[in-house]
């Protein structure tokens, strides 16, 4: 098993960054592939992005590509979301999720494939 813990969130304003960061315990981080989901108030959880356990492979929803990047430290233990020229609309409770793969390129973008999440980081962006 593995429990997460996201960090990072804030106010911020229209155009800006943030950098969430997702950390993870145990000792077997690199056995999971990752990802980023978020659920604005009154609205479905939505797919941000995702890793694959090496790294190697990523995969954006198309409302942030170009400006979410997401990376991983296996020696760390985290996984971040890089998120540049924020949108009021990007505004929502930003979660972590992992999943325990075999295949180092594997990612997955719907929620039901993934076990394990954390409790969110809450991201506001003012307009």
């Known amino acids: 098993q593995v429990q997460l813990v996201e960090s990072g969130g804030g106010l911020v304003q229209t155009g800006g960054s943030l950098r969430l960061s997702c950390a993870a315990s145990?000792?077997?981080?690199?056995?999971?592939?990752m990802g980023w989901f978020r659920q604005a108030p009154g609205k479905e959880r939505e797919f941000v992005a995702a890793?694959?356990?090496?790294?190697?492979?990523?995969y954006y929803a198309d409302s942030v590509k170009g400006r979410f990047t997401v990376f991983r430290d296996n020696d760390k233990n985290t996984v971040y979301l890089n998120m540049n020229r924020l949108k009021p609309e990007d505004t929502a409770l930003y979660y972590c999720?992992?999943?325990?793969?075999?295949?180092?390129?594997?990612?997955?973008?719907?929620?039901?494939?993934?076990?394990?999440w954390g409790q969110g980081t809450q991201v506001t962006v003012s307009s």
């Open positions: 999720a992992a999943e325990r793969t075999y295949d180092y390129g594997s990612v997955y973008y719907s929620a039901g494939e993934y076990h394990y």
């Open positions: 145990g000792r077997t981080f690199s056995s999971y592939a």
């Open positions: 890793i694959s356990r090496s790294g190697g492979t990523t």
